[in-house]
């Protein structure tokens, strides 16, 4: 994976499902029974700010959903919003459409490529009611790139990263919509998008399969809450009492929302799967990813690739970060890189006995590095330049 990845554990593969969607969907056009899939996203959650990862932070829905289900401890994102998104509705990595660097910031005019196939238009061509509650982040400089036109038949939500959970609004510019239309419906939008996804349940016919994406907002910054959430959390400090709050107000739409698919008879024949679009910003003082780091590649020299056990990481840049704000760093990292890199970083792991990566092998394995490096060229040479490229 070039441009972009991220050392750390989320719930769960957006690559893999995607592909294992998309490449189930001619099956499905033919299957008796097509399963319902309620995909949850959740935005910046600590990979281990859930309470059965023994987090003080008590997630009772979600730890139900992990405990009659499978939990997946290895795997990758990508390192922000917008590639991770544009992963999971395609089933490709970001390099090979421009979107491996950065997010998609509210002027940018540019979205998710129209030449791509996204997931929701597969599944509405084999019968599905195709829905989408939360946050796009894939484009909106014109409609051609909003949800309504990338395959869901529904779309409630907001374009923007970074939006005020009251005012519904980012830098002064309103962004809450229903099918394409300003919306200003009141209220919290972690309540909004968590009761829109039951309204959508309730309403959908018995006879006809549901995808129904829930992309949250929540827990991403701006850090706000409802204060009756904290008042759990009076132990916690500053920013991550209000964090803690964030992530329960989470937790109970989740419940709403399962709570709505027990209430329609839909359980049986029901796919959920539950994720975080990438790790925890500030770990350790807001929010926390246990033992596994931040690993920002968000530049066109740097990337990762992993093979069996072992993992090549080149020009890897050990940070934390605010993803709003990573394309003024990828400037600043290659401006230091030049100024103070004369050859490439290279680190290698062995994942099996490291798996948090803490010991470089790189000078002790140079035919493994030889190795995963030609691998790694191919994949290189095949990336398209970052739409946000400058």
Same mark, same amino acid.
């Given at each position: 994976?070039?441009?972009g990845n991220f050392r750390s554990i989320s719930t769960f593969t957006k690559l893999v499902c995607s592909l294992?969607? =998309?490449?189930?969907?001619?099956?499905?056009?033919?299957?008796?029974?097509?399963?319902?899939?309620?995909?949850?996203?959740?935005?910046?959650?600590?990979?281990?700010?859930?309470?059965?990862? +023994?987090? #003080?932070?008590?997630?009772? !829905?979600?730890?139900?959903?992990?405990?009659? @289900?499978?939990?997946?401890?290895?795997?990758?994102?990508?390192?922000?919003?917008?590639?991770?998104?544009?992963?999971?509705?395609?089933?490709?990595?970001?390099?090979?459409?421009? =979107?491996?660097?950065?997010?998609?910031?509210?002027?940018?005019?540019?979205?998710?490529?129209? $030449?791509?196939?996204?997931?929701?238009?597969?599944?509405?061509?084999?019968?599905?009611?195709?829905?989408?509650? @939360?946050?796009?982040?894939?484009?909106?400089?014109?409609?051609?790139?909003?949800?309504?036109?990338?395959?869901?038949?529904?779309?409630?939500?907001?374009?923007?990263?970074?939006?005020?959970?009251?005012?519904?609004?980012? &830098? @002064?510019?309103?962004?809450?919509?229903?099918?394409?239309?300003?919306?200003?419906?009141?209220?919290?939008?972690?309540?909004?998008?968590?009761?829109?996804?039951?309204?959508?349940?309730?309403?959908?016919?018995?006879?006809?399969?549901?995808?129904?994406?829930?992309? %949250?907002?929540?827990?991403?910054?701006?850090?706000?809450?409802?204060? !009756?959430?904290?008042?759990?959390?009076?132990?916690?400090?500053?920013?991550?009492?209000?964090?803690?709050?964030?992530?329960?107000?989470?937790?109970?739409?989740?419940?709403?929302?399962?709570? /709505?698919?027990? $209430?329609?008879?839909?359980? *049986? !024949?029901?796919?959920?799967?539950?994720?975080?679009?990438?790790?925890?910003?500030?770990? +350790?003082?807001?929010?926390?990813?246990?033992? %596994? #780091?931040?690993?920002?590649? /968000?530049?066109?020299?740097?990337?990762?690739?992993?093979?069996?056990?072992? *993992?090549?990481?080149? !020009?890897?840049?050990?940070?934390?970060?605010?993803?709003?704000?990573?394309? &003024?760093?990828?400037?600043?990292?290659?401006?230091?890189?030049?100024?103070?890199?004369?050859?490439?970083?290279?680190?290698?792991? &062995?994942?099996?006995?490291?798996?948090? $990566?803490?010991?470089?092998?790189?000078?002790?394995?140079?035919? *493994?590095? *030889?190795?995963?490096?030609?691998?790694?060229?191919?994949?290189?040479?095949?990336?398209?330049?970052?739409?946000?490229?400058?």
């Amino acid at each position: 994976m070039k441009h972009g990845n991220f050392r750390s554990i989320s719930t769960f593969t957006k690559l893999v499902c995607s592909l294992t969607f =998309l490449f189930a969907v001619r099956a499905l056009s033919t299957a008796a029974e097509k399963p319902d899939i309620v995909f949850i996203l959740a935005d910046d959650l600590g990979s281990y700010d859930v309470s059965w990862r +023994g987090s #003080e932070i008590k997630t009772p !829905n979600l730890d139900k959903l992990a405990a009659r @289900g499978a939990k997946l401890e290895q795997f990758y994102v990508q390192p922000v919003c917008s590639p991770t998104r544009s992963s999971l509705l395609t089933g490709r990595y970001p390099m090979r459409y421009g =979107l491996q660097v950065g997010v998609i910031r509210p002027w940018a005019n540019y979205g998710l490529s129209l $030449e791509e196939r996204t997931l929701p238009q597969a599944l509405r061509e084999v019968g599905y009611t195709t829905a989408i509650c @939360g946050k796009w982040h894939l484009g909106s400089f014109d409609k051609s790139y909003w949800p309504n036109a990338r395959g869901f038949d529904k779309f409630y939500g907001h374009l923007f990263g970074a939006l005020d959970y009251y005012k519904h609004d980012r &830098d @002064g510019k309103f962004d809450w919509y229903r099918d394409g239309e300003p919306n200003h419906d009141l209220g919290y939008t972690t309540h909004l998008v968590g009761n829109e996804a039951v309204r959508i349940l309730h309403g959908q016919p018995k006879n006809k399969p549901l995808f129904l994406y829930v992309p %949250f907002n929540a827990v991403h910054a701006p850090l706000q809450v409802p204060e !009756n959430y904290k008042v759990p959390y009076a132990n916690l400090l500053g920013a991550r009492q209000t964090y803690a709050g964030m992530v329960a107000a989470l937790d109970e739409m989740v419940g709403q929302i399962v709570a /709505a698919v027990d $209430e329609t008879g839909r359980r *049986k !024949n029901t796919l959920f799967i539950f994720s975080s679009d990438n790790g925890g910003p500030r770990p +350790g003082v807001i929010t926390s990813n246990g033992p %596994f #780091e931040i690993l920002i590649n /968000a530049t066109p020299d740097g990337g990762a690739i992993r093979v069996g056990d072992w *993992k090549l990481v080149v !020009n890897g840049n050990k940070n934390d970060f605010d993803e709003e704000k990573t394309e &003024d760093k990828v400037a600043k990292v290659n401006a230091k890189k030049k100024r103070d890199q004369a050859k490439v970083q290279i680190e290698l792991f &062995d994942l099996e006995n490291d798996p948090y $990566e803490k010991l470089n092998l790189a000078e002790t394995k140079p035919e *493994k590095v *030889k190795d995963l490096q030609v691998r790694y060229d191919v994949y290189a040479r095949q990336a398209v330049r970052p739409k946000n490229a400058k």
